[in-house]
């Protein structure tokens, strides 16, 4: 059950509830470049606090083409936060003017904090380095769409698995389905140890490894993210692990011919662009499925 319900942790989601995100993100499919005049009369505010293009664009454009109005802002100036107002005040002030709030924020709790004040429901579009859980259903739905199925399949993650939240989310989300989970990257970069032990308490299969070529030839997904650069406590550790990967047409040579490359972009130096010409890069198809699957989630949650 989706309607009036706050989204602020993949952990919250069940499998029925992402089947039934799944299906009708598949039917919305159909509208996402026309339009489904079902939310007309609500107002979605967006209040981005850090910076964003898919996730931004793609939420309005989902309400819009959903026959919906969008209000809100991106950085905090011009607003009175520069005033100093407090989120609680602000995400008041958002909550009485619309019937759902998008918040996207530089700290980790913003979301749950924005849910607590706020009655409308609140959707997490990213806080700190610990979720985006409309990325992970994103990710999730791109691989469903790609195969038909996503049990049984082989999942590599790669790159900075610590500091990317689309990557502690999709794990998350990941526990609800039967799969094999490859953690790659520099040791320093490996998942908290707080979702390690949640996600295996949750039965999820894990293995680390610091090789991509090692890997590489046993996976159906490859899944990979940039350096966070900005979410480094140190700076000397962030001149270790720079440049320590990247995905090229060469290494693709072991790979199987039904390798899906995905990227929650943006993306930096971590993907070749010539990978972009091959048969395994998903990850444009991806960001573009952000619309539809957008619409699914505004579309259940509040009608
Ligand atoms: C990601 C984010 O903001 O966490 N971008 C996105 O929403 N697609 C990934 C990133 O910034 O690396």
Redesign the pocket.
């Known amino acids: 059950m989706w309607r009036n319900r706050d989204v602020i942790s993949a952990r919250d989601f069940t499998r029925s509830d992402i089947e039934e995100l799944f299906e009708t993100a598949k039917y919305m499919e159909k509208y996402a470049k026309g339009r489904l005049d079902v939310m007309r009369g609500k107002i979605m505010a967006v209040a981005f606090f850090?910076?964003?293009?898919?996730?931004r664009l793609s939420f309005e454009v989902a309400m819009k083409r959903l026959g919906g109005d969008v209000v809100g802002f991106w950085g905090a100036e011009g607003t009175s936060v520069e005033k100093g107002e407090t989120l609680a005040d602000t995400i008041r002030m958002l909550d009485a003017y619309s019937d759902v709030i998008v918040i996207?924020h530089r700290y980790e709790g913003a979301a749950k904090l924005a849910a607590e004040v706020a009655e409308s429901p609140v959707v997490n579009?990213?806080d700190g380095a610990f979720n985006?859980p409309t990325?992970a259903m994103l990710d999730v739905y791109t691989i469903w769409r790609e195969f038909g199925y996503v049990d049984g399949l082989n999942i590599g993650l790669l790159g900075d698995l610590r500091h990317?939240?689309?990557v502690n989310s999709l794990l998350e989300i990941l526990t609800n389905f039967n799969v094999k989970v490859y953690l790659i990257s520099p040791e320093y970069l490996r998942p908290r140890a707080e979702t390690i032990d949640y996600v295996q308490s949750k039965g999820l299969k894990l293995s680390f490894y610091t090789n991509v070529e090692e890997v590489i030839g046993e996976l159906d997904v490859m899944y990979v993210?940039?350096i966070?650069k900005e979410r480094f406590i140190d700076p000397l550790e962030y001149e270790k692990v720079k440049g320590s990967y990247r995905v090229t047409p060469d290494m693709l040579r072991k790979a199987k011919k039904t390798l899906v490359i995905l990227h929650?972009?943006?993306r930096v130096d971590e993907i070749d662009p010539r990978v972009d010409a091959t048969s395994h890069a998903k990850y444009f198809r991806q960001?573009a499925l952000?619309v539809p699957l957008r619409m699914a989630l505004i579309y259940l949650i509040l009608s």
Do not use: I, W
Request: hydrophobic letters at 20%.
């Open positions: 850090e910076p964003s293009t898919r996730t996207r579009g990213g985006h990325q990317a939240r689309t993210v940039r966070q929650p972009l943006p960001a952000g």
